[in-house]
């Protein structure tokens, strides 16, 4: 079924005097014609055409301007032609020409932040570059600091705040990371808690996970996993009591990690 394409036809001529310009147009009058300057200089003219398809349509644009152009005494010289349904074209004529902008109090905002820090984080190498300098300041694209806002990483460049560990917290924090950083799976013991990582634990499916075993009876070891899973250090994912012992799944967190990095 035939539609309503719209064709852009971009000829290797420049310096065209109105009066050929109207000439033209004249020639192309059925097809709603539209003549301007192309940004390279070049003539350029916009008409609709009804066709079956994209290929049939630029056929018969083609045909039209190179005979409009042949008897306006033009060039019939193609350098280029642009495509697109009409339903395209419309939707491309109703977006903003500008994009829409924001200063540093509009960042602010976005971010959460006061001006100050808003202007600090303008000036990152990684932030998107300003697209203007006003007397008022700086202006950026509203979408590009958004995209900015997704990827930051708030906590970049502030101290991490030490984390109060019980004695027995510790103790079980050292034998997690140290099993996962030397990547042995010998059984380890908690300074004098009964806590141990099972040999088989790095068959688990990924990094990080491991398995762990203590006496069901001891309210220490169990007290100090629930505290470190509430201080977001590791995370406890099975939990299979025994009738002796308890088997435990566990994770570290990547804060996990740096706490026993740092603190340990």
Same mark, same amino acid.
């Given at each position: ?61 083609? %045909?039209?301007?190179?005979?409009? =152009? &042949?008897?306006?005494? $033009? ?5 280029? +032609?642009?495509? /697109? ?68 990483? %708030?906590?970049?460049?502030?101290? =991490? &705040?030490?984390?109060? $560990? ?5 103790? +079980?924090?050292? /034998? ?89």
């Amino acid at each position: 079924m035939p539609q309503a394409w719209s064709i852009e036809v971009e000829l290797g001529v420049n310096d065209v005097s109105d009066d050929l310009v109207e000439e033209l147009v004249e020639h192309l009058i059925d097809h709603s014609p539209a003549v301007g300057t192309a940004p390279n200089g070049n003539l350029s003219a916009r008409i609709f055409i009804e066709a079956g398809t994209a290929r049939q349509a630029i056929d018969n644009a083609l %045909r039209e301007v190179t005979a409009a =152009a &042949k008897e306006a005494g $033009l060039s019939t010289n193609i350098v280029g +032609v642009d495509l /697109v349904t009409e339903e395209e074209l419309d939707r491309r004529l109703a977006e903003p020409s500008v994009p829409d902008l924001v200063g540093i109090s509009e960042i602010a905002e976005m971010l959460s932040v006061v001006r100050q820090r808003a202007t600090q984080l303008s000036q990152r190498p990684d932030f998107p570059p300003a697209v203007a300098h006003l007397k008022s300041g700086p202006v950026f694209v509203r979408e590009q600091v958004a995209a900015f806002e997704q990827r930051w990483d %708030r906590r970049s460049g502030r101290p =991490a &705040k030490p984390v109060d $560990l019980t004695p027995a917290e510790r103790d +079980v924090l050292a /034998v997690l990371s140290a099993c996962i950083n030397t990547n042995e799976h010998l059984i380890r013991g908690a300074g004098e808690l009964d806590f141990a990582v099972l040999p088989s634990s790095s068959e688990s499916g990924h990094e990080g996970h491991i398995h762990a075993r203590y006496p069901a009876g001891s309210a220490v070891v169990g007290e100090a996993l629930r505290g470190l899973a509430k201080k977001n250090l590791l995370s406890i994912e099975e939990d299979a009591p025994g009738g002796e012992e308890i088997v435990v799944g566990l994770e570290l967190t990547s804060k996990g990690e740096r706490v026993a990095s740092t603190q340990l």
